[in-house]
């Protein structure tokens, strides 16, 4: 029982990895758009492709009201649904896993 305890403890630690690399990358994005990028800098493009997907479907769903002021909150939306994946999803993982390697021992 420890390996499924230790294996989704390693599970938990790279879905917190990947959720806080994203989590900068949203914020890279965000700062970029303030200055004008050039659009067609590789970074810029990848930085799109990576950001791009999500943030449209937040767009989609955020009423009409949130765009008249100009201010695109789409990258606050995402990153608190990534604090919140942090949270809830990854601490559980945490929880389960220490359950299971208590219980085995």
């Known amino acids: 029982m420890f ?6 403890n390693a599970i938990a630690t790279i879905i917190d ?3 806080t ?9 965000a700062l970029i758009s303030w200055v004008n990028p050039d659009p067609y800098n590789p970074i810029v493009q990848i930085l799109y492709r990576l950001t791009d997907p999500i943030l449209y479907k937040v ?5 009409r009201a949130f765009f008249s002021f ?10 608190l649904i990534i604090y919140f994946l942090q949270i809830f999803l990854v601490s559980s993982l945490k929880q389960i896993a220490f359950k299971i390697l208590i219980s085995s021992s």
Request: glycine content about 6%.
């Open 70 to 79: 100009g201010i695109d909150f789409s990258p606050i939306i995402v990153i």
């Open 21 to 29: 690399i994203y989590m900068w990358i949203i914020i890279i994005r």
């Open 59 to 63: 767009r989609r769903i955020l009423p």
């Open 3 to 8: 390996i499924i305890g230790n294996f989704l």
């Open 17 to 19: 990895y990947v959720l």
